[in-house]
T-cell receptor, first 114, second 113 residues
Framework: DTAVSQTPKYLVTQMGNDKSIKCEQNLGHDTMYWYKQDSKKFLKIMFSYNNKELIINETVPNRFSPKSPDKAHLNLHINSLELGDSAVYFC?????????????FGPGTRLTVL | AQSVAQPEDQVNVAEGNPLTVKCTYSVSGNPYLFWYVQYPNRGLQFLLKYITGDNLVKGSYGFEAEFNKSQTSFHLKKPSALVSDSALYFCAVRSYNYNKFYFGSGTKLNVKP
């Protein structure tokens, strides 16, 4: 019954490695997002996709590449991981393109880069 | 530019007392305002939102928020706090470019027995 799910929940890896985080939503929503929450709990949007189309691409290093194979999935691939990438990454989804939408968040993926 | 400010990093309140978590916003056009709660090691959960209409919005778990246009505020309130309300609370505003949320820095609410 999980609405927005992410895998893995925890990810520990070495600097320089490439890793992926997967997100799936079963709410039938059109729009999905990736957020980064730093150690001070500050939450910042990274990407947004609507029906597999990229619509928000914030100032994020090119090492981060989102991929949306269908509107229920939005995966995040990170190349050449750096220490500063350590954070909690949240996936979210919302119903439609509109001002009133509520976003539903996944449980988060805690990435630790050593 | 759109932004949200939560002036308090932490709010401490005794169980049974009323609580207020403050939020002010800056937005172009009509504001669409949200409150989310984050429990430890969990994702954000939606509490309530203001879109239009009555300035007092009621949400989950007995929380409510009051939209004040003249003060550009959207403070979260609850008449009687519970220990289980202890969590991190985020205020957010939806931008005119409607797919982007701007979140405040979060306020940690501590409710003591």
């Amino acid at each position: 019954d999980t609405a927005v799910s992410q895998t893995p929940k925890y990810l520990v890896t070495q600097m320089g490695n490439d890793k992926s985080i997967k997100c799936e939503q079963n709410l039938g929503h059109d729009t999905m997002y990736w957020y980064k929450q730093d150690s001070k709990k500050f939450l910042k949007i990274m990407f947004s996709y609507n029906n597999k189309e990229l619509i928000i691409n914030e100032t994020v290093p090119n090492r981060f590449s989102p991929k949306s194979p269908d509107k229920a999935h939005l995966n995040l691939h990170i190349n050449s991981l750096e220490l500063g990438d350590s954070a909690v990454y949240f996936c979210a989804s919302s119903q439609e393109r509109g001002h009133t939408d509520t976003q539903y968040f996944g449980p988060g993926t805690r990435l630790t880069v050593l | 530019a759109q932004s949200v400010a939560q002036p308090e990093d932490q709010v401490n309140v005794a169980e049974g007392n009323p609580l207020t978590v403050k939020c002010t916003y800056s937005v172009s056009g009509n504001p669409y305002l949200f409150w989310y709660v984050q429990y430890p090691n969990r994702g954000l959960q939606f509490l309530l939102k203001y879109i239009t209409g009555d300035n007092l919005v009621k949400g989950s778990y007995g929380f409510e928020a009051e939209f004040n246009k003249s003060q550009t505020s959207f403070h979260l309130k609850k008449p009687s706090a519970l220990v289980s309300d202890s969590a991190l609370y985020f205020c957010a505003v939806r931008s005119y470019n409607y797919n982007k949320f701007y979140f405040g820095s979060g306020t940690k609410l501590n409710v003591k027995p």
